[in-house]
């Protein structure tokens, strides 16, 4: 329920989970300085309940409140909202119509989010997941329907989300379990807050991972870029965008305009210089067998398909802006203008190639339209990269 | 000019002042990544022009920044917008109808922005400046009409602002004559980017400062809070919010609602115990002749008037949250609820204190609707807060 009260709880307004002899709330203050959301325990649903739990009254539930707050007491002035309802842990056999039987049978039905999946409310993932689910088959969808990308696309939906759901249902489990459990039977009395702290990282849904397949490629490479892993969500870091001296996240640059990123960390020589990544940036702008020059469209932006970016280790005062290749200076929209905004210099107290384990040979880091890290390849491998996109995409 | 180009200029995207024998250029990048501003002087206008200068045709203005910026070039591919003005020093002898031979006579015409000054656009100050009049008249505007203050009140709108349109001029005066100085005729031809930095805070609207007047204070215990100058902007702090442990920026708090701040800085001894703090905050919540008491409508929310916070010494984890006086937890609203957000504690690594330099004894920084402080006093001088407001509030 979220409610107003009068009350002489002092964490009134801290996030908390309270466990006392009476049952356990989860306690968490919401916008405005006064409303509170709080999730009352109501106790184990007996098998043959049918659902009669739900009309508990609201008065009932603020008495049991106040039995977990005692000593404190709550004096409810208004109730905003309040629901009594049942957790259950289900989970969808499959998220779309494919055949396992005949891989060329393409799935055109998908479900996504509370269709797929129920769980608690406690961990704050319902929502979280669900929108991912709805990101993944968004963009697939997008490619396929373009024509940008093969229809097998779309079997990955199921193959990357399912196991993302039993991930969070099994989760959910143990979470619930441990909100449930009386204080005196847990092993230690900050167990819940120790699980919640070492499950921070789950919840900010940086531990999905998703295996190897059409889109994400194998971990042969992956000691180049150590902080980059793939099949995991592109964990941001910043730089010095070289253009306007703009200390940028270059995470917080994606779009959601199903466009992939293609990082290119340079090896040591300085912008212009001969080295793995001029010439890597040469073969990406001129060299027919670049998925640049295949699968960009003649008629719009150079950019239009792959956001190339690259990241030098020089300082910016060490080097100009157009000693980097051409490759970082797409021409687009109407007007034919170029864009400036691609080519960023590591920071001295922040280097990004020490924060995210890049090698000194340099690495071209994959990035997915949903900002998952699809492969981590060396500069000179342009043949891996012609053939992770030669499996998915149309010219 | 606002335009997008083609251009080899490699610090298009970054803001910078040109200075080449052919003249001066502020080069000022827009959003979006492509637009940029830049202003072109055009020289010395003749006395004689009567504002042919004005239809300079654009072309003429681009050929004139291309001689500019010579080694480099632009292309222009579009002027989003363009004008051709001179630039004109001038200041209203009075920013109201007041009558300086007789004080009674209450102004009720009032000029602001660019009706009482002008100067150039090279400082980005017009519309700063100018919001901060329209700011200044609007709050003692609002006090005087809805029978709050006293309509003497209204004579310090010219008193501050006409000083501060002076000063800008002043600054405005020295910034256009360095910009037009040919850069051979510089004695450091780092001068320039020495000018600006210094300026910084100036342009940042930190240095304007009101003298002593009906709503400004004497600076007679200015030594109990050095940080927080009487007659200038407040300058913020993070201090850690006690009910909710937020790291909070505590001026970002302030909402333009005509409401004064008054922040009580306690003493050594922790919330509740016999402190100069807890003696202040019980004689503002219960005697007759505390301001909070004489001006705050009984019908009103009890925060209404007056917003006062306290801020300890003491670390978040060192007391409760209802330690802390009750003045601290004023009721609001139509349900009557109790704020809690109005106590802070100093945080370990950037303590407020220290920061601000606030005595050992504590103080009492008064903060006007407009930012400015209005005075600092000793929490002990309580009759001091009594006859700063009954100068001008009505009880």
Redesign the interface.
């Known amino acids: 329920m979220d409610m107003?009260v009068?009350t002489?709880f002092?964490d009134?307004?801290?996030k908390c989970s309270i466990h006392s002899k009476a049952g356990s709330i989860l306690h968490i203050?919401r916008e405005g300085?006064?409303l509170c959301r709080i999730y009352v325990d109501l106790g184990q649903v007996l098998e043959d309940d049918n659902g009669r739990i739900r009309e508990t009254p609201v008065k009932k539930v603020i008495a049991k409140a106040n039995e977990i707050y005692h000593p404190y007491s709550i004096d409810v002035?208004?109730v905003a909202w309040s629901s009594v309802y049942e957790v259950g842990h289900r989970l969808v056999d499959a998220f779309d119509n494919s055949n396992p039987d005949n891989p060329d049978h393409h799935p055109h039905v998908f479900l996504t989010g509370d269709a797929c999946h129920t769980h608690s409310a406690k961990a704050g993932q319902g929502m979280n997941v669900s929108m991912q689910d709805g990101f993944n088959i968004g963009w697939k969808l997008g490619a396929v329907l373009s024509g940008q990308a093969s229809e097998k696309l779309l079997l990955t939906y199921h193959g990357e989300r399912q196991p993302a759901a039993q991930n969070l249902i099994n989760f959910d489990k143990q979470w619930s379990t441990l909100m449930a459990t009386p204080p005196e039977l847990l092993e230690d009395p900050q167990a819940v807050e120790k699980f919640y702290v070492s499950a921070e990282e789950f919840a900010a849904g940086m531990l999905t991972t998703y295996e190897q397949n059409l889109i994400v490629g194998d971990t042969t490479h992956q000691d180049l870029a150590t902080g980059f892993p793939v099949g995991r969500r592109f964990k941001s870091h910043k730089a010095m965008r070289r253009?306007?001296?703009v200390v940028t996240h270059i995470g917080h640059e994606h779009v959601a305009d199903g466009r992939w990123r293609i990082y290119a960390f340079a090896d040591s020589p300085a912008p212009g210089e001969p080295s793995k990544m001029t010439a890597w940036a040469d073969w990406m702008k001129t060299d027919d067998a670049s998925p640049l020059r295949r699968f960009t469209p003649a008629e719009g932006d150079d950019n239009a398909v792959f956001d190339i970016k690259g990241i030098y280790r020089q300082g910016h005062h060490d080097f100009?802006?157009?000693d980097a290749p051409d490759v970082f200076f797409p021409r687009m929209?109407t007007?034919s203008?170029?864009?400036?905004?691609n080519v960023y210099a590591a920071l001295p107290g922040e280097d990004i190639f020490a924060g995210r384990g890049i090698s000194r040979d340099g690495a071209v880091v994959v990035v997915r339209p949903d900002q998952y890290v699809a492969a981590v390849l060396p500069l000179e491998d342009t043949a891996g990269l012609s053939e992770f996109f030669d499996r998915f995409l149309r010219e």
Chains 1, 2 share one sequence.
């Open positions: 107003v009068d002489d002092p009134w307004r801290t203050p300085g006064f002035k208004d253009c306007d001296a100009e802006l157009f929209g007007l203008l170029t864009s400036y905004e």
